[in-house]
């Protein structure tokens, strides 16, 4: 079995060390899971030359270095393996074009299919997907060439609201407002992270950021862990700066149940999904917010606290096998720095 890796940010060479950081943990992460196959994982040459080229059994895994767009050297080369991982952002539709390229191959993709990423990609079609069965946060589209539409919304007065691009990740982009004036301020923001003509406000709920990591087989789901998001208000805009695994909280049951009978309710949420929630502690109320067909970030610290190889617990998901038992040992909080540091 010929398997190969690639994480979104380190195949393409993107320099951002704020975008790099998160996608190199995971990529590391995987290296060292998938350390006793024969694995291969795609590393653009534009990358610094302390990037991740010399990882693992060099007998068993190798660094290709690419010069090229991904998507054209998948075109090219993806025939030539059995399995594929792929590591990607959902923003403009990148996760659903790179699992469009495997499955076509006829390549065995470590993820979800390519219709389920497409429902989860734009947190709107989501949203109306699962608004009738689940608690949500009041959400609307709204379209940037027809912005007096929600103008109605601030008629009161000052109401806090959410800004955000449909398909963003990370919080990027991501906006508190109290006004229509705060609104438009926020536009010229939201454009830049986003290729959709259209943007979401929502109704912002206070409470505590956190997500469930689940593993899926499409016939089951079990949830791994409740995970505290540390998101931090800095002026308008909302930072996403790491968080801990695994958070207990009193709300932690309903967490996970929420976020499993999401994730089994859309056909194709396949191996590590990610599900971002609101604890209301208040109302004793938890808010589905959206659905990630992907590894997040979380996983750079779950990994290390299971009793069982996450990696290898990921692939044997999507040949319908399932842990028989979950165990975490300790806890870790992680943040973002020059580099994704670990706290015990």
């Not at 912002?204 to 899926?216: F, N």
Request: hydrophobic share 40%; net charge negative.
């Amino acid at each position: 079995m010929k398997l190969l890796v690639f994480e979104y940010a380190t195949a393409m060479g993107v320099l951002d060390p704020t975008i790099t950081m998160e996608g190199q943990a995971m990529l590391e992460g995987l290296i060292n899971d998938f350390k006793d196959y024969d694995m291969e994982y795609l590393i653009s040459k534009n990358s610094p030359d302390n990037f991740i080229k010399d990882m693992g059994d060099k007998n068993r895994i190798k660094s290709i270095e690419i010069n090229e767009n991904l998507s054209s050297w998948l075109d090219k080369n993806i025939g030539d393996y059995d399995i594929c991982f792929p590591v990607a952002p959902e923003e403009n539709l990148i996760l659903y074009g790179l699992t469009q390229i495997i499955e076509e191959n006829d390549v065995k993709n470590i993820g979800s299919a390519s219709e389920a990423v497409l429902a989860c990609s734009d947190k709107f079609e989501t949203y109306n997907l699962l608004k009738n069965d689940f608690p949500m946060i009041n959400t609307c589209k709204v379209f940037f060439n027809d912005l007096r539409e929600c103008s109605d919304v601030f008629n009161s007065g000052e109401k806090m609201m959410v800004v955000k691009p449909a398909d963003g990740v990370s919080c990027s982009g991501v906006h508190l407002v109290r006004s229509y004036e705060d609104l438009l301020k926020a536009v010229p923001l939201l454009k830049r992270v986003t290729s959709l003509p259209y943007f979401l406000l929502q109704d912002y709920v206070q409470g505590i950021s956190a997500s469930v990591s689940l593993l899926s087989t499409g016939n089951q789901t079990i949830p791994l862990s409740l995970n505290l998001q540390d998101i931090e208000l800095n002026g308008s805009e909302l930072n996403y700066n790491g968080g801990k695994v695994p958070f207990e909280h009193e709300l932690s049951e309903k967490a996970k149940l929420t976020a499993e009978t999401a994730v089994g309710s859309i056909n194709g949420l396949v191996g590590y999904v990610g599900v971002d929630l609101v604890l209301d502690e208040v109302k004793q109320e938890v808010y589905l917010l959206e659905i990630n067909p992907r590894l997040t970030t979380s996983y750079v610290a779950l990994r290390r606290l299971l009793n069982f190889n996450l990696g290898e617990a990921i692939l044997e998901a999507v040949d319908d096998i399932l842990p028989s038992e979950i165990l975490l040992n300790g806890s870790i909080s992680f943040y973002k720095e020059d580099n994704i540091i670990f706290k015990n």
